[in-house]
């Protein structure tokens, strides 16, 4: 996919504090934005599921949650 520049408004310390992080020396601040996105936008949805997780199970949705996490973290994963 194609990548498409933006320009966006950062703080002067938030920016030190990203220039500094090793990832940013390594790959670039376009990199680490991304990076970050992505894991934000993830993370959002994650909350959003286990919203709708809560709302559908109640009371039991937290005991779901722990299962389905233990049993992901006992899974072998193909690396990408």
């Not at 966006?8 to 504090?17: H, K, N, T, V, Y």
């Not at 680490?32 to 039991?60: N, P, S, T």
């Amino acid at each position: 996919m194609a990548a498409k520049p933006v320009q966006i408004s950062i703080d002067r310390e938030l920016l030190a504090r990203i220039d500094r992080d090793p990832q940013t020396r390594k790959q670039g601040r376009s990199a680490f934005m991304r990076d970050a996105v992505e894991l934000y936008l993830a993370v959002k949805h994650r909350r959003e599921v286990d919203k709708q997780i809560a709302a559908a199970f109640g009371h039991k949705s937290q005991d779901l949650l722990a299962d389905v996490e233990a049993w992901v973290g006992e899974q072998a994963w193909p690396e990408k």
